[in-house]
Antibody, heavy 118, light 113 residues
């Protein structure tokens, strides 16, 4: 059974940093592209970033490019999202999902809440 | 960026009756090389993570009831529920995967009348 579990969310001040983790079980992470997708309170879904399975090429949405970095540790079957220079508008539930541009997002974690506030 | 619009944004439904949601793309999401249309549908039930319903225009995801179907062209798409059940309430999103940035529609909230 494929399972994804995010962690690392919390309250952070504007300008601060946070690193989210997504532990994946039931699949070999290195074989699949993965994505981070977020949802601001009461809002819709917004794609944040994806990483390819083959060569770990990363892609970012315009609102986070240059501030967020996606990476993976295949030995730990874990996906990461390093978030720097956080802004109030980054407040959201962050989901990791198995899938990317060429694969549908067929498995999602429960999400982790990030609140950026002073 | 590709913009997806959905109609309606709110859909009251009657159990046992059919329902449909439309999604329109600002440009084609069909790949001329492989012939696939990279448009998926998700349902986010209240308090839950989104779940995949339909991928690549018309393929049902594993475990999805056959009352759900997806059709369309390269820019206009429809999700149909043949007979709505109470468990189908939630917000439905279309998403395109033909190019980065991946973009989602605004969502259609489905509620029981």
């Amino acid at each position: 059974e494929v399972q994804l579990l995010e962690s690392g969310g919390g309250l952070v001040q504007p300008g601060g940093s946070l690193r989210l983790s997504c532990v994946v079980s039931g699949i070999t992470l290195s074989r699949y592209g993965m994505s981070w997708i977020r949802q601001a309170p009461g809002e819709g879904l917004e794609w944040v970033s994806s990483i390819s399975g083959s060569d770990s090429t990363t892609y970012y949405g315009g609102s986070v490019k240059g501030r967020f970095t996606t990476s993976r540790d295949n030995s730990k079957n874990t996906l990461y999202l390093q978030m720097n220079s956080l802004r109030a508008e980054d407040t959201a539930v962050y989901y990791c999902a198995k899938g990317w541009r060429r694969l549908p997002h067929d498995y999602w974690g429960p999400g982790t809440l990030v609140i950026v506030s002073s | 960026d590709i913009v997806l619009t959905q109609t309606p944004l709110f859909l009251p439904v009657t159990p046992g009756e059919p329902a449909s949601i439309s999604c329109r793309s600002s440009k084609s999401v069909s790949d001329n090389d492989d012939g696939n249309t990279y448009l998926d549908w998700y349902l986010q039930k209240p308090g839950q993570s989104p779940q995949l319903l339909i991928y690549m225009l018309g393929y049902r995801a594993s475990g999805v009831p056959d009352r759900f179907s997806g059709t369309g062209s390269s820019t206009e798409f429809t999700l149909k529920i043949s007979r709505v059940e109470a468990e189908d309430v939630g917000i439905y999103y279309c998403v395109q995967r033909i190019e980065f940035p991946l973009t989602f529609g605004p969502g259609t909230k489905v509620e029981i009348k």
